[in-house]
C-alpha cells in the first residue's frame, strides 16, 4: 500500500451514522475508492455504474479467498466480525466459471419462476394476517418488527421448510451475522450455530421430502451431479440471509420514500403510478445492501486511472453506485417514481452472480405494499425521516425501527 492510498483511504463507518453521505464521499473518491472496512481491512470499493458492470463480469476478480493475500498472510482474525459474508462456505456465491455453473444450474432447477409464482397466495395471505394483527386505531406502530420484518422470514421460513419454532433464534444469529458490533468471542458461535440449524433442517429433509426449496435442493442432479450436504448447507445460509433481509429494508425504505414524497405517494395510491415503479426506485434509490463483500484479483486489474493489484480486494458499493448520476442523470440524489432509468439500476447485482432471489424479494414488495396500504393509506411516519437510526451493519441499509402512524 502506498502513503498517498493509506493517506486517502475512506473508513466505512461501522456505525453506519450518515449512510447517504458516506456514499456521496465514495462516489467523489471515483470510480475506485480506498477503503476500510471495520476492524481496519484495507479493501477497494467500486462506486459508479458502468465501473461495477464491467468488474462483475470481469474473470480477473474472483470469489475465491485464497486468493487474497492479506488472508494468505494470515492478516485476517477468523473472529473478524465481517468474515461469515467474506468467506461463508461453498456455494453458488463462493465460486466461480464451471463451478460456478455447476451449482447454480442446481440450484436455479430447485428455483424455478414457477416455484416463486407459487408463493404468491401464500404470501398475500401471511401479509393480510399481519395487518389483521395491527392496531385497528391511529396508534403509532414500529412497522418493521410488526410486518416488514416478519413477513420475509416467514415467506422463506415457508419457502426453505425451515420449522418456525427457529424463527427466534435465527433472528438473533442473523443479527449478530451481519453487525459490526458482535463481540469476537461470539463470532465463530454464531457461524456454527447458524450452520448446525441449515444442517439439521437438510438432514430433516433426506428423511422426509417436502414441497420445499430444501427437498428441491437435495433432489436437483445435472448429468447426475447432485449438490453436496455442505453445498446445500451453505446455499440454505445464504439464501435465508439474502432472502430475508433485502425485503425487509425494501419495505422499510418504500415506505420511508412515500413518507418523505407524499405527492408521489398520493398518485401511487389514486393509480397513476404502478406499484413497480416504486419498488424499482427504491431499489436504485435506497438500495437495500449498501456494500456487497468481497472479489479477489487474480491479477492486476486497471480501473480508470487506477489500478486493482493482484491479490487485493474488491467490494462492491451499490449504495454509492445507485445515485450514479452517470447513470441516472443530474437528479440521481432524488427519489423519483417517473424516472426513466428507475429500471436500469443493479441493486441485486450484475453478470454471472446476479442474485437469484431478486424475483421473490419484489413479488413480496409487490404484494405487501399495495396490501399494506389499502388499509392504511394515511400511514406516516410518526418521527421526522432524520430521527430514523441505521443498524450497525455496513453491508445492509437496515433500520432499527420503522416508527409510524397507522391513521386507518
Not at 472479489?295 to 486489474?301: G, I, K, L, P, S
Not at 487485493?312 to 432509468?341: C, K, M, W
Not at 430514523?388 to 416508527?403: I, S, W, Y
Request: one cysteine or more.
Amino acid at each position: 500500500m502506498t502513503t498517498d492510498i493509506a493517506s486517502t483511504r475512506i473508513a466505512l463507518d461501522p456505525f453506519v451514522t450518515d449512510l447517504d453521505g458516506e456514499s456521496e464521499r465514495l462516489r467523489a473518491a471515483g470510480p475506485l475508492a480506498a477503503v476500510e472496512l471495520p476492524g481496519g481491512v484495507p479493501v477497494w470499493a467500486v462506486t459508479r455504474h458502468a465501473e461495477a458492470k464491467a468488474l462483475l463480469t470481469d474473470p480477473r476478480l474472483v470469489k475465491d479467498i485464497d486468493v487474497w493475500s492479506a488472508w494468505r498472510r494470515g492478516e485476517i482474525p477468523a473472529d473478524w466480525p465481517l468474515i461469515g459474508l467474506a468467506n461463508p462456505g461453498r456455494s453458488m456465491l463462493t465460486v466461480d466459471g464451471a463451478d460456478h455453473r455447476r451449482l447454480r444450474t442446481l440450484v436455479a432447477q430447485a428455483l424455478t419462476p414457477r416455484r416463486v409464482e407459487q408463493m404468491r397466495e401464500r404470501i398475500t395471505e401471511l401479509t393480510e394476517g399481519l395487518l389483521d394483527d395491527l392496531p385497528a386505531d391511529a396508534s403509532e406502530v414500529d412497522l418493521k418488527a410488526a410486518f416488514a420484518y416478519p413477513l420475509p422470514m416467514f415467506v422463506v421460513a415457508d419457502l426453505m421448510g425451515i420449522d418456525e419454532d427457529r424463527l427466534p433464534r435465527l433472528k438473533v444469529l442473523f443479527e449478530k451475522f451481519f453487525s459490526t458490533q458482535t463481540p469476537p468471542e461470539e463470532v465463530i458461535a454464531t457461524l456454527v450455530e447458524l450452520a448446525g440449524i441449515m444442517g439439521e433442517t437438510v438432514a430433516a429433509k433426506r428423511a422426509e421430502p417436502g414441497d420445499d426449496l430444501t427437498s428441491a435442493l437435495i433432489l436437483a442432479s445435472a448429468d447426475g451431479d447432485h449438490l453436496t450436504d455442505a453445498e446445500i448447507v451453505s446455499t440454505l445460509q445464504l439464501m435465508v440471509a439474502a432472502g430475508h433481509e433485502t425485503t425487509i429494508s425494501l419495505i422499510v425504505n418504500s415506505v420511508v420514500n412515500l413518507s418523505a414524497h407524499p405527492e408521489q405517494r398520493e398518485r401511487v395510491l389514486s393509480g397513476e403510478v404502478d406499484w413497480s415503479a416504486v419498488v424499482e426506485e427504491t431499489l436504485r434509490f435506497s438500495t437495500p445492501t449498501s456494500h456487497v463483500l468481497i472479489r479477489f484479483a487474480t491479477e492486476d486489474v486497471p480501473v480508470g486511472d487506477q489500478v486493482i493489484p493482484a491479490g487485493d480486494a474488491l467490494i462492491v458499493s451499490y449504495g454509492a453506485i445507485g445515485r450514479d448520476e452517470r447513470a441516472h442523470g443530474p437528479t440521481a440524489g432524488e427519489f423519483d417514481v417517473d424516472r426513466e432509468t428507475k429500471n436500469r439500476h443493479i441493486s441485486f447485482g450484475h453478470g454471472p452472480h446476479v442474485c437469484p432471489g431478486a424475483a421473490l424479494s419484489r413479488l413480496e414488495a409487490g404484494v405487501a405494499l399495495p396490501a399494506l396500504y389499502a388499509r392504511f393509506p394515511d400511514l406516516d411516519l410518526a418521527v421526522a425521516p432524520s430521527e430514523l437510526r441505521n443498524k450497525p451493519v455496513v453491508t445492509q441499509n437496515d433500520l432499527f425501527e420503522l416508527p409510524v402512524k397507522l391513521k386507518p
